[in-house]
């Protein structure tokens, strides 16, 4: 998948989509968050500028590339777009009004009517998209912490290291859920999870001589 893109920006059209120049004959349109586009003029007008991005298949017709400051709305986007009825221009509505941090806290403390700020929901559709949401930002690990969204970026950056050792999928996401302490950075989460599974790896190794 696509991941970043950097290049000079050219132009900036209504509301939200800018144009990206990555080399002398590409470029890129991408939609970004309405709460940037004063940012990007102001700032990378003309200039070089690094996005993180998304594309999205569209109606099985055409891609649209989404782009972002941060990984953590990246991958926030990404987590938002796989909910029912929750298509990317909803998605990308939500992280112009709210960053991932205030998104979170909204979740965490109840403040349905929070929601009913962004454009497209109304008062109904914030109780339904906050019941989603809920178990978006609620995921506890199996010791009860609740996993902020910047530590599942950590998580699933693990789950790839393992998986690249030979680990499968889902015995991967067992055992970082079981292991996973808020603490943690990638490297001693990946320590902790070989630990977990050293017993295996050496019942795998005498089953092989």
Do not use: H
């Not at 696509?2 to 590409?26: D, T």
């Not at 890129?28 to 007008?45: A, D, G, Q, R, T």
């Not at 590339?65 to 953590?72: A, D, N, P, Q, V």
């Not at 796989?82 to 979740?107: C, H, W, Y």
């Amino acid at each position: 998948m696509l991941y970043q893109l950097k290049g000079i920006v050219k132009e900036i059209n209504p509301p939200n989509k800018l144009v990206l120049q990555s080399n002398q004959f590409i470029f890129w349109e991408i939609f970004i968050p309405l709460n940037l586009v004063s940012l990007v003029k102001e700032n990378f007008l003309e200039r070089e500028a690094l996005f993180f991005v998304v594309p999205i298949l569209r109606k099985n017709e055409y891609i649209e590339i989404y782009g972002f400051i941060t990984k953590e709305e990246r991958e926030l986007f990404i987590k938002l777009t796989t909910l029912s009825k929750m298509g990317p221009k909803l998605a990308l509505n939500l992280l112009s009004v709210f960053s991932p941090e205030i998104l979170r806290d909204i979740i965490l403390n109840k403040k349905i009517s929070e929601l009913s700020k962004v454009p497209g929901i109304g008062p109904k559709r914030a109780e339904k998209l906050y019941l989603e949401l809920k178990g978006l930002f609620l995921k506890p690990s199996q010791k009860g912490i609740i996993i902020p969204p910047e530590k599942e970026i950590i998580l699933e950056e693990a789950k790839s290291c393992l998986m690249s050792l030979g680990f499968q999928s889902k015995e991967v996401e067992k055992v970082l859920y079981e292991v996973f302490e808020e603490t943690d950075t990638l490297d001693t989460l990946v320590k902790k999870a070989l630990k977990k599974f050293s017993p295996k790896l050496k019942e795998e190794t005498f089953a092989g001589d």
